[in-house]
């Protein structure tokens, strides 16, 4: 009988007791390993490339240009204007300045109700959802179909619904109810603050729902139960258990919402067309005014950048500050 087999048992072995042998595929392995998560998120990084940064940095070089109609179709040969544009958006003496000042401060207003509102109703709704009853999972996914819905479609509902002869609004407000001595314009004047209101509170608090209906589900119930026997009511259990416990969420739902509320173009576009009223002029539809119906796309774009200067800054401080007073906490 003959055997084979000794001569490729022997080659393994010696490869195997070789120093580069085994180290080689071993190599290659730890590479493929380390490697590969980086390659899966390729595709991602070279998209956020594509739609965001490009984009932004293109933007930053516009504000630099004196880019108007004139020049749209070659924007590279556009004039260089330096800082022109940008001191052109903050003098506040001038009426481009003063216009720009004045949709920032309706901006900060408007935001400053809508997050505090979406808080406050999702909130108080999550909290009334812990309770076990009949009906709870339906009245659950009520409360979410303004947040399911489509931005345009459910925006111009509310057109409609806000128009002064045929709306839905006056009808019930003055129609039904005599509360008005003539039907209000909504979608002009100074109740155009209200509307836009209304709307962006309508369709923003069912996040905020969700959001802290889910850091609800960590608290445990015991702790409840224990603050009851102590003969703690509910709004002492809100504010000595739920309100502490769900600081981290709010924190970061805070901020979440100070930037979509902030930057939200598409609630006053929709509602009121290319032209906003005065009382409801966001900067975002501001900044598009400025440049695609004056065509100057420089100065529109020196405001976009400061506009993201300002939400920088707000933010850095907003996490600067939150994460000192939770180490505080913590301490």
Not at 15 to 38: D, E, F, M
Not at 87 to 99: C, F, K, M, Q, R
Not at 137 to 163: C, K, N
Not at 290 to 298: E, I, K, P
Request: glycine share 8%; aromatic share 12%; net charge positive.
């Amino acid at each position: 009988m003959t055997l084979t087999a000794a001569p490729e048992t022997g080659e393994r072995t010696a490869r195997k007791n070789s120093p580069g042998g085994a180290r080689g595929p071993r190599r290659s392995g730890r590479l493929r390993r380390v490697g590969l998560p980086y390659l899966l998120l390729l595709p991602a990084l070279i998209l956020e490339l594509l739609v965001h940064l490009v984009p932004m940095v293109i933007g930053i070089v516009v504000s630099f240009k004196e880019l108007t109609q004139f020049y749209v179709r070659d924007w590279g040969t556009a004039p260089w204007a330096g800082f022109d544009n940008y001191s052109l958006a903050i003098d506040v003496n001038a009426p481009v300045g003063e216009a720009l000042l004045r949709s920032f401060a309706t901006t900060c207003l408007f935001t400053l109700f809508s997050v505090g509102l979406c808080w406050l109703l999702g909130t108080a709704a999550a909290i009334f959802m812990q309770e076990t009853f009949r009906g709870r999972g339906l009245l659950r996914t009520v409360f979410l179909v303004p947040y399911a819905l489509p931005v345009y479609a459910a925006v111009i509902t509310w057109a409609f619904m806000f128009q002064r002869d045929n709306g839905l609004v006056n009808h019930v407000l003055h129609d039904q109810l005599g509360l008005t001595d003539t039907p209000p314009f909504w979608l002009i004047g100074e109740n155009s603050f209200v509307t836009l209101l209304v709307v962006s509170v309508w369709k923003g608090w069912p996040f905020a729902f969700l959001i802290m209906m889910a850091g609800l589900q960590n608290i445990p119930r015991e702790i409840y139960e224990a603050a009851a026997l102590d003969g703690a009511g509910v709004w002492q259990q809100v504010r000595r258990i739920t309100l502490p416990s769900l600081r981290p969420v709010n924190q970061v739902l805070v901020l979440v919402l100070f930037l979509w509320t902030f930057n939200d173009f598409n609630t006053p576009f929709v509602l009121f067309g290319k032209a906003a009223p005065e009382a409801a002029d966001l900067i975002s539809l501001h900044i598009y005014q400025s440049s695609f119906q004056t065509w100057n796309f420089g100065a529109g774009s020196a405001m976009s950048v400061l506009l993201l200067l300002f939400l920088l800054v707000v933010t850095g401080a907003y996490l600067l500050l939150t994460s000192r007073g939770r180490k505080a906490t913590d301490a």
